[in-house]
């Protein structure tokens, strides 16, 4: 049983910065991908950042140049870096893990950590 434990999340003022964290467990054969996703209140589930098991990134435009993603396949966890913080960036952060087999993919997601900024 794969599971996500997400921590980091809490209220900071804009401008300030908060690092999340995630750490899987349960699987023996690593992910091919590990990311963050967010959801705002009202709002869909948007893509922030992920992270290939390469090493390879990708980001939403709202966080470039403010966020960084980085994972440890060793531990599977993966981090999120977040500077300069604005009311934007708040909303429930989920981490999320993709592994494939057999080219089939399996999704699996922590239960979300709140992030919220303050104007």
């Known amino acids: 049983q794969v599971q996500l434990v997400e921590s980091g999340g809490g209220l900071v003022q804009a401008g300030g910065s908060l690092r999340l964290s995630c750490a899987a467990s349960?699987?023996?054969?690593?992910?091919?991908?590990m990311g963050w996703y967010r959801q705002a209140p009202g709002k869909q589930r948007d893509l922030v950042a992920t992270i290939t098991s390469g090493g390879s990134t990708n980001y939403a435009d709202s966080v470039k140049g403010r966020f960084t993603i980085s994972r440890d396949n060793a531990k599977s966890t993966v981090s999120l870096q977040m500077n300069s913080l604005n009311a934007e960036d708040t909303g429930v952060y989920y981490c999320h893990a993709r592994a494939v087999r057999a080219m089939v993919a399996y999704d699996y997601w922590g239960q979300g950590t709140q992030v919220t900024v303050s104007s």
């Open positions: 349960g699987s023996i054969f690593g992910f091919n991908a």
